[in-house]
């Protein structure tokens, strides 16, 4: 079940090691009654949206409401995720985005972000 509430914001930041800090909305999924996977979006500038993401059991319908979310509520042209995570990068390539570059140092000394960014043309569940 798809949900909006603000347990995916703790998931999310629990997996992650860091505070979500409002404003921001999430969308996560739930089974059994605990969430398994989410996505946080916050630092909205009016074209694009920065996306959080973790967890496992991704499905469809939630890659559909992200791309209804973003390109069809909010009106971006955009949305970027910033990762260290090899795996998470892949599954942004996954969905259509592409590395635009590394912040070096982003998440503390010698872990730098990776910037990938999806564009709505090629965001493959929209």
């Known amino acids: 079940m798809i949900v909006t509430d ?57 890659f559909r409401a992200v791309g209804s979310y973003v390109f069809d509520q909010m009106q971006c042209c955009r949305f970027q995720f910033t990762t260290e995570s090899e795996d998470t990068a892949r599954l942004a390539e996954r969905l259509g985005g592409v590395r635009e570059g590394i912040l070096r140092d982003k998440f503390g000394p010698g872990r730098d972000g990776i910037v990938l960014g999806v564009l709505r043309g090629e965001y493959r569940f929209y």
């Open 6 to 62: 603000d347990r995916v914001a703790r998931f999310v930041g629990e997996r992650i090691g860091s505070v979500i800090y409002p404003p921001f909305t999430a969308i996560g999924i739930e089974r059994d009654g605990e969430i398994i996977a989410g996505a946080i979006f916050n630092c909205f500038t009016g074209h694009d949206v920065e996306i959080t993401v973790a967890g496992k059991g991704w499905t469809r319908a939630f």
